[in-house]
């Protein structure tokens, strides 16, 4: 029973562009919807949950939530607007630093619970 195996190709780190902007791109080959968040001095613009783009200057983020349950990571502002860095997107933990970095703000860690979620701070 030999079966064809493949190897994934090695995670690439954000790419950068001439004015100091990071872009998380999903990869393609994983058949995400290829929508890029883009990370600039002014603020952060990307996909909701459910796919509207939304775009927030960084004094306007009122939160950061990451769940560890479905590796979400949501930026939050104060109008209600969110910004989701989802699992197919590449290199989340650079993407939580350099908007903590932006921010000032902590992560809030949501671990899911059979009765409540556990919260913590990082």
Known sequence: ?????????????????????SVAEPPQDEGARGDSIVLNY?????????????????????SLEFNTGNRNTMVIGKNGAKVCHSGFHLDQPRFEEEVKRRTGLPVKVIQPGTWKPKVSYR
Request: hydrophobic share 35%.
């Open 42 to 62: 002014e603020g952060i613009s990307g996909t909701s949950t459910w796919g509207r783009r939304a775009a927030l200057a960084w004094n306007d983020v009122a």
């Open 1 to 21: 029973m030999g079966g064809k195996v493949t190897a994934k190709p090695p995670r690439r780190a954000l790419p950068q562009h001439p004015h100091g902007e």
